[in-house]
């Protein structure tokens, strides 16, 4: 079986920094799959280039088996690969089901024609759409700002939505950047059960966290990124124990 | 049934057609219906330009060269080869599309300033040929265009029509027209916001990273819009050279670009009823003020810096926000 997201050797440098250097792993379907390490490590750099963000200085990533390079963001999402971002990517001028039903972009397949003079193709569409929309923000817990705009959403309810419109697009992978990052320990607690239900659907779930007992929690594998580099990489238990890891964590 | 009406899609559709059909109730000079006709029209190129500003947040400084390509294509088409309107008309705007689509692929990789000034010289490229090229367009003397005409029934100011049993003065049936047509424009751009295109669109404008990792082309898009706006433009300036019989190069100037621009900021980016409260506002101006005329310019200069201090959302926007903020205060002072 071949790996879902598999990193080959992968390099960006930005001028003279190296921020990610020759880091190689792999992903396979169904995981749960972290990357931690200190601030600046490249973590959020290197979701960067897997999904077609940053285009490497050396080294490749595929996805399903296949070369993603000189892949943009949109044909990774044809391809089944969403993510949200640690500085939250939300339309601030739709509402919160807009944005969510932005996510289902790739299934509405509408033309000019049908659109122009909305057609009952379009109307169907549209309100199947909604129906979908309205499942995941109540799945992701936000079903009750529906019709709000999103520009009056709190934060935590926006990480949410964010990851209520990866969803809308039926991702095979989808990777969460720093989700719990300013949510409070019962959002979290939330976060944790969220993430869970995803990976319970069968999809796979990449995540950049700093919490880590939420990190601990979830994950089947974790990577551990220092200076760009690989510090480490397996099951939760073997990273736990791993000297490396708690040498660069406490700084021994 | 009022709250039912305030959620239905297209009440600005209605109170626009409300508007249109009634103005001939109090106005009956030919002068004010030649002034509404002309508003109309402009203003259906304003929706059209809203849609790639106001929507997806792009800008073009040079969108009167599409009105002026799609009046000049019309004008020469039927004036010297004897073409018939319509046909000049759609082929005009199938030209403008493909010329629209061949600039805009390169040029709407580019942002904010840069965008700005690559449609600033698309504009000024297009007013240049049509000032230069005087066997084809006259040159800045301008040329002449035939009436416009369906099936070899013409539509002249100056002639007498009957519909439903009424006779009605050319002026009149010329400002009928247009209002459909400015319906017609509403209508489609309502429409195309409302789906996922439309949606898609808005989408480029709130962040464009989050449509590209949900699948959007937004490179596609950007040039989707722009191609539509241009069209729009077209179209417009067709109907714009026909109504008005002569037309200068002066309908493809910056200065036009540049009223177009300020029509769609005033009235409302984003609003499509806003921009055309903002086209007749700006239209109107230049009539009351008439004896400041070599002022113009700069009045809508400073329209435009009091708009974005004051009321970046334009006035209808801000007009609405207003009232809804009043209603809300009123009814929790009655609870």
Same mark, same amino acid.
């Given at each position: 079986?071949?790996?879902?997201?598999?990193?080959?050797?992968?390099?960006?440098?930005?001028?003279?920094?190296?921020?990610?250097?020759?880091?190689?792993?792999?992903?396979?379907?169904?995981?749960?799959?972290?990357?931690?390490?200190?601030?600046?490590?490249?973590?959020?750099?290197?979701?960067?280039?897997?999904?077609?963000?940053?285009?490497?200085?050396?080294?490749?990533?595929?996805?399903?088996?296949?070369?993603?390079?000189?892949?943009?963001?949109?044909?990774?999402?044809?391809?089944?690969?969403?993510?949200?971002?640690?500085?939250?990517?939300?339309?601030?001028?739709?509402?919160?089901?807009?944005?969510?039903?932005?996510?289902?972009?790739?299934?509405?397949?509408?033309?000019?024609?049908?659109?122009?003079?909305?057609?009952?193709?379009?109307?169907?569409?549209?309100?199947?759409?909604?129906?979908?929309?309205?499942?995941?923000?109540?799945?992701?817990?936000?079903?009750?700002?529906?019709?709000?705009?999103?520009?009056?959403?709190?934060?935590?309810?926006?990480?949410?939505?964010?990851?209520?419109?990866?969803?809308?697009?039926?991702?095979?992978?989808?990777?969460?950047?720093?989700?719990?990052?300013?949510?409070?320990?019962?959002?979290?607690?939330?976060?944790?059960?969220?993430?869970?239900?995803?990976?319970?659907?069968?999809?796979?779930?990449?995540?950049?966290?700093?919490?880590?007992?939420?990190?601990?929690?979830?994950?089947?594998?974790?990577?551990?990124?220092?200076?760009?580099?690989?510090?480490?990489?397996?099951?939760?238990?073997?990273?736990?124990?791993?000297?490396?890891?708690?040498?660069?964590?406490?700084?021994? | 049934?009022?709250?039912?009406?305030?959620?239905?899609?297209?009440?600005?559709?209605?109170?626009?057609?409300?508007?249109?059909?009634?103005?001939?109730?109090?106005?009956?000079?030919?002068?004010?219906?030649?002034?509404?006709?002309?508003?109309?029209?402009?203003?259906?190129?304003?929706?059209?330009?809203?849609?790639?500003?106001?929507?997806?947040?792009?800008?073009?400084?040079?969108?009167?060269?599409?009105?002026?390509?799609?009046?000049?294509?019309?004008?020469?088409?039927?004036?010297?080869?004897?073409?018939?309107?319509?046909?000049?008309?759609?082929?005009?705007?199938?030209?403008?599309?493909?010329?629209?689509?061949?600039?805009?692929?390169?040029?709407?990789?580019?942002?904010?300033?840069?965008?700005?000034?690559?449609?600033?010289?698309?504009?000024?490229?297009?007013?240049?040929?049509?000032?230069?090229?005087?066997?084809?367009?006259?040159?800045?003397?301008?040329?002449?265009?035939?009436?416009?005409?369906?099936?070899?029934?013409?539509?002249?100011?100056?002639?007498?029509?009957?519909?439903?049993?009424?006779?009605?003065?050319?002026?009149?049936?010329?400002?009928?027209?247009? +209002?459909?047509?400015?319906? /017609? =424009?509403?209508? !489609?751009?309502?429409?195309?916001?409302? #789906?996922?295109? %439309?949606? $898609?669109?808005?989408?480029?404008?709130?962040?464009?990273?989050?449509?590209?990792?949900?699948?959007?082309?937004?490179?596609?898009?950007?040039?989707?819009?722009?191609?539509?706006?241009?069209?729009?433009?077209?179209?417009?300036?067709?109907?714009?050279?026909?109504?008005?019989?002569?037309?200068?190069?002066?309908?493809?100037?910056?200065?036009?670009?540049?009223?177009?621009?300020?029509?769609?900021?005033?009235?409302?980016?984003?609003?499509?009823?806003?921009?055309?409260?903002?086209?007749?506002?700006?239209?109107?101006?230049?009539?009351?003020?008439?004896?400041?005329?070599?002022?113009?310019?700069?009045?809508?200069?400073?329209?435009?810096?009091?708009?974005?201090?004051?009321?970046?959302? +334009?006035?209808?926007?801000? /007009? =609405?926000?207003? !009232?809804?903020?009043?209603?809300?205060? #009123?009814?929790? %002072?009655? $609870?």
């Amino acid at each position: 079986m071949t790996a879902l997201v598999e990193v080959n050797n992968l390099s960006k440098a930005f001028g003279g920094v190296h921020a990610v250097e020759g880091v190689s792993f792999s992903v396979d379907a169904g995981q749960v799959y972290s990357v931690i390490g200190p601030n600046g490590a490249g973590k959020t750099t290197l979701f960067n280039l897997i999904t077609g963000l940053y285009t490497p200085t050396s080294g490749e990533v595929k996805l399903n088996g296949e070369s993603i390079a000189k892949l943009q963001p949109n044909d990774l999402a044809e391809r089944g690969m969403c993510r949200t971002f640690q500085q939250m990517q939300i339309c601030m001028n739709m509402t919160a089901i807009e944005n969510v039903m932005l996510g289902r972009h790739l299934t509405l397949k509408s033309n000019l024609l049908t659109t122009l003079f909305r057609l009952p193709s379009l109307t169907r569409g549209e309100k199947a759409a909604r129906e979908k929309a309205t499942e995941l923000m109540e799945f992701v817990g936000c079903g009750e700002y529906l019709d709000t705009e999103a520009s009056a959403m709190s934060y935590g309810a926006l990480k949410r939505l964010e990851i209520a419109r990866a969803l809308a697009a039926e991702p095979k992978v989808v990777l969460l950047d720093e989700p719990a990052a300013g949510l409070n320990a019962v959002e979290t607690a939330a976060l944790e059960e969220l993430i869970r239900k995803i990976a319970e659907q069968g999809i796979t779930v990449m995540l950049v966290e700093h919490d880590m007992k939420l990190v601990m929690g979830i994950s089947d594998r974790l990577l551990v990124l220092n200076y760009g580099r690989v510090l480490a990489e397996g099951t939760p238990e073997q990273i736990r124990a791993n000297p490396d890891v708690i040498a660069a964590y406490l700084g021994g | 049934m009022m709250a039912q009406f305030s959620q239905f899609r297209l009440k600005g559709l209605v109170f626009l057609a409300i508007v249109v059909f009634a103005l001939p109730l109090f106005i009956s000079n030919p002068f004010h219906y030649g002034l509404a006709t002309q508003i109309a029209l402009i203003a259906g190129a304003v929706v059209g330009l809203n849609l790639l500003v106001g929507f997806a947040g792009q800008i073009s400084l040079g969108h009167a060269g599409f009105f002026g390509i799609g009046a000049y294509f019309s004008a020469i088409m039927t004036s010297n080869y004897g073409w018939s309107a319509i046909p000049a008309l759609v082929v005009g705007a199938i030209g403008v599309a493909i010329i629209a689509w061949t600039v805009g692929r390169p040029i709407l990789r580019l942002k904010g300033h840069y965008l700005s000034m690559a449609t600033l010289a698309v504009g000024f490229i297009i007013a240049i040929i049509l000032n230069n090229e005087r066997e084809l367009t006259g040159g800045p003397d301008g040329m002449p265009m035939p009436a416009f005409d369906v099936f070899g029934w013409e539509l002249s100011v100056f002639g007498q029509y009957s519909l439903f049993g009424m006779d009605i003065s050319g002026d009149l049936a010329w400002y009928l027209f247009a +209002g459909v047509i400015l319906l /017609a =424009a509403v209508w !489609l751009a309502q429409n195309l916001i409302d #789906s996922p295109i %439309g949606r $898609a669109l808005r989408s480029v404008h709130g962040s464009e990273v989050a449509a590209s990792v949900v699948g959007v082309n937004t490179a596609k898009y950007k040039s989707l819009v722009f191609v539509i706006s241009a069209v729009y433009a077209s179209v417009m300036g067709a109907l714009y050279g026909h109504f008005q019989g002569f037309i200068t190069p002066s309908i493809a100037s910056f200065d036009f670009s540049i009223l177009l621009i300020t029509m769609v900021v005033l009235g409302g980016m984003g609003s499509t009823i806003g921009v055309i409260i903002g086209a007749v506002v700006l239209e109107l101006l230049p009539q009351v003020l008439a004896d400041f005329q070599e002022m113009e310019m700069m009045l809508f200069g400073l329209i435009l810096m009091l708009t974005m201090i004051f009321m970046p959302k +334009g006035l209808l926007p801000t /007009a =609405a926000n207003y !009232l809804n903020k009043r209603r809300s205060k #009123s009814a929790g %002072g009655d $609870a």
